[in-house]
């Protein structure tokens, strides 16, 4: 049982590893494939997107219009909890248009708080991310 429990530990921090690796290549489909089919988005300032037809309308624009710069600075929690895994993070998002123009720092100090279930093939899959700034809007 702590064998599984500490490979499903590695397989969760591999996916905020996988969630960069999508942001930072535009992978988008990278990106889409981590997400569960009723998964839950909450972006800061937004109303939150349910089901992965909502997240692909809200985040398509921005991987076609932007080149994404993320940064997880630290993994500061990974819970397992039988078929539900958590993750608290800290990291740092750029933005730079595509189009041109100068780079925006989006989430210069973030965080981030992520929900996972295992699914049935023994992966894992994001149901809900909530992430949001330490800094007070400008």
Not at 4 to 28: P, S, V
Not at 115 to 132: A, P, T
Request: overall charge neutral; charged content about 30%.
């Amino acid at each position: 049982m702590e064998k599984e429990r500490k490979e499903d530990i590695t397989a969760i921090k591999d996916m905020l590893n996988q969630y960069a690796i999508g942001c930072n290549t535009g992978n988008f489909d990278l990106w889409m494939s981590l997400w569960a089919d009723e998964g839950t988005q909450m972006p800061p300032d937004a109303p939150a997107r349910k089901g992965k037809r909502q997240i692909r309308e809200g985040m398509k624009p921005v991987f076609d219009d932007m080149k994404l710069d993320i940064a997880i600075k630290s993994v500061d929690d990974v819970e397992v909890h039988g078929n539900l895994g958590l993750t608290r993070c800290k990291y740092t998002l750029k933005l730079t248009p595509k189009a041109g123009g100068d780079a925006i720092e989006a989430m210069p100090d973030g965080k981030a708080l992520t929900l996972f279930r295992k699914q049935k093939d023994g992966s894992w899959k994001i149901i809900y991310d909530c992430f949001n700034s330490n800094l007070p809007p400008t």
